[in-house]
């Protein structure tokens, strides 16, 4: 049974600092996907990860996957306070079939 | 622009009842899906289908159902709600398996059961 699990669940970090939500998963995928959502709100897709070593970046948000380490990266350059929700990651068991982690909260204080 | 529309944002049912979840897609999408979110758990899938007249258990099947007799809509049924199935219901469409293919969610329905 694959296994997602994200760290940390909760963060809550200053305007202007850096900070990466890692995202581990038990076996073996070479597609993984990063969602937003903000409070009431539904998924809003930010990255496609495809392949080993793939990384993507969209303004203060880099994504990166490494599928030898079965680990995704979301990294966050200099927060600002728009970026707090929350974000999953999710892993491609088959045709879009996903395994989610269970979120990681992020606040972004002024 | 793409669209997943759930029939409704919020409902309140009591116990024992029949809930019917709509979702519909403009897409033309082959796979359609639902999941469940729940706080600390992420989101669970309950069942998919990849065609008409077709599904596939997801990872917590059991209390659900599901219909899908037009490529556009993906029902679920809950055959008789108990309060363990508050919560928040997604669904999901994607188009068949391409490169760089990805899932597009409704904006979800907050169900409660009392």
């Known amino acids: 049974e694959l296994k997602v699990e994200q760290n940390p669940l909760f963060l809550s970090m200053q305007e202007g600092k850096n900070y990466t939500i890692y995202c581990n998963y038990s076996?073996?995928?070479?597609?993984l996907y990063w969602y937003r959502q903000d409070p009431g709100k539904s998924l809003e897709s930010l990255f496609v990860?495809?392949?080993?070593?793939a990384v993507k970046q969209e303004g203060r948000l880099m994504a990166s996957l490494d599928t030898k380490a079965r680990l995704s990266t979301l990294h966050i350059t200099a927060a600002v306070h728009d970026l707090s929700a929350t974000y999953f990651c999710a892993v491609d068991i088959w045709s879009q079939k996903l395994v989610f982690g269970q979120g990681t909260r992020l606040t972004i204080n002024p | 622009d793409v669209k997943v529309t759930q029939s409704s944002r919020y409902l309140v049912k009591r116990t024992g009842e029949k809930v019917f979840l709509e979702c519909v897609q403009d897409?033309?999408?082959?796979?359609m899906f639902w999941y469940r979110q729940d706080p600390g758990l992420g989101l669970r899938l309950i069942y998919f289908?990849?065609?008409?007249?077709?599904?596939e258990k997801g990872d917590i099947p059991e209390g659900y159902s599901v219909s899908r007799e037009k490529k556009e809509r993906f029902s679920l049924i809950l055959e008789s709600a108990s309060t363990n199935q508050t919560s928040m219901y997604l669904c999901?469409?994607?188009?068949?398996?391409?490169?760089?293919?990805?899932?597009?969610f409704g904006q979800g329905t907050r169900l409660t059961v009392v």
């Open positions: 076996t073996t995928s070479d597609r």
């Open positions: 289908s990849y065609d008409v007249k077709m599904k």
């Open positions: 990860l495809l392949s080993n070593g």
């Open positions: 999901a469409s994607s188009p068949i398996e391409t490169l760089n293919t990805e899932a597009f």
């Open positions: 897409m033309d999408h082959e796979n």
